[in-house]
């Protein structure tokens, strides 16, 4: 499963949003395959055209895509070199697949702040400075060893070489491995050193209460924002204290409680929503009278691929895959009301699934 990893520094709402996640978290009986761990919390992944196909089949049994938090705790200042739980830190981070950077935008004198004020910049820089570094390492080791390879004319190490300087000239500049522009090969190249900055990154900016219905009126969210949009990355605004107070709640509470705030969403639907975006992820659907189901697949994943999300039987023996988008389906009201508008298409193995396509698969056992 993919999962994002929650960073930032000591006091900034770390907990907070973890606990409001793990409260949140998914029923084990209903996902069997997920592994839940102390430091991981797996949610599900809110998805309206899941809730307009239930409406549409109703079936016995829903069940939405999920998305994985781990908590990454311990990013302090001097990580990098091994500090407070630097290394262990760095290892964690490691095994994410894209990162959640939350920073501190909310005011309270109670809630010492670990530089002494609250501005999020800095802190950003702080941890941002952290991963480079650790990067930074990770790139010198590597050029150390290819080096040799690469006076001996090897060709693979001349290669290797060119992309490694190439990144470690941004590190160098402080900017992230992500923002340097690779091709194809090169890509491949830095993929296996597993970068920390590399990884796609959303800044969440944990702002007061009293706020979330107009983010805009904290200066340091706007500031966040301005930042985050130089550096193409995306920005989720919360409160961790209420998603704490949303996380106890059912469904129809915690509607009521959107309401009475002005929100139409949580903060953590909207990280979640977020995190599933900067992946690239898509979602394709199964629906029949059993069961209504979201499954997430990567963005350019052919019709046998996704086939074998469900089970490798069917990507081994796919035949064909019948399709209708789910925007016909919400237009038509009914599978067989799609049909008779020849909405229904028969797609083969060359097929590139689409966001959103129900899926029904035809294989070979
Ligand atoms: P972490 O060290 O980043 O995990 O931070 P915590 O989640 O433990 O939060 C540190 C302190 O800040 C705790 O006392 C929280 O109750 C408080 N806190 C977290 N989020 C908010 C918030 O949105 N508003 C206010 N006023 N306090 C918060």
């Not at 978290?25 to 919390?41: D, K, L, M």
């Not at 010198?140 to 390879?149: D, G, I, P, Q």
């Not at 990355?233 to 509607?255: G, Q």
Request: hydrophobic letters at 40%; a negative charge; aromatic letters at 6%.
């Amino acid at each position: 499963a993919l999962t994002a990893g929650i960073v930032g520094l000591p006091n900034v709402g770390k907990s907070t949003l973890f606990n409001a996640i793990t409260k949140s978290q998914v029923e084990a009986a209903n996902y069997p395959f997920a592994t839940i761990e102390p430091n991981v919390g797996v949610v599900e992944v809110p998805d309206y055209r899941v809730d307009r196909l239930v409406e549409i089949v109703v079936p016995k049994k829903t069940i939405y895509t999920t998305f994985e938090f781990t908590d990454i705790a311990g990013l302090v200042k001097g990580a990098s070199k091994g500090e407070g739980l630097g290394n262990q830190f760095l290892s964690n981070i490691r095994l994410t697949d894209a990162i959640c950077h939350v920073v501190r935008c909310f005011e309270d004198n109670d809630v010492t702040h670990v530089e002494g004020s609250v501005d999020p910049i800095r802190d950003i820089e702080i941890i941002n400075l952290e991963l480079i570094l650790a990067d930074l390492q990770t790139i010198e080791n590597r050029l150390s060893k290819v080096e040799r390879k690469a006076k001996a004319k090897d060709a693979e190490g001349i290669a290797e070489k060119a992309v490694l300087e190439k990144v470690k000239a941004a590190l160098e500049a402080e900017k992230p491995a992500r923002s340097v522009e690779l091709n194809k090969e090169e890509s491949a190249v830095v993929k296996g050193f597993q970068l920390l900055t590399l990884k796609p990154m959303i800044y969440v900016a944990n702002i007061g209460e009293d706020e979330i219905n107009n983010p805009d009126k904290n200066e340091h969210y706007c500031k966040v924002k301005e930042l985050a949009a130089s550096e193409n990355n995306d920005v989720v605004s919360i409160s961790a204290k209420i998603e704490e107070e949303l996380s106890v709640l059912d469904k129809e509470e915690k509607e009521m409680f959107l309401a009475e705030l002005g929100i139409e969403e949580s903060g953590l639907d909207k990280v979640i929503r977020a995190s599933y975006h900067m992946l690239d992820l898509c979602t394709y659907f199964t629906a029949g009278e059993v069961e209504v189901r979201a499954w997430t697949f990567r963005k350019g994943m052919t019709a046998p691929q996704c086939a074998g999300i469900i089970h490798t039987d069917f990507q081994r023996g796919f035949i064909r895959a019948e399709t209708i988008s789910f925007e016909d389906m919400d237009t038509y009201g009914s599978e067989q009301a799609a049909k008779d508008a020849g909405k229904l298409r028969s797609e083969g193995k060359e097929y590139i699934v689409q966001d959103g396509d129900i899926m029904h698969f035809r294989f070979n056992v």
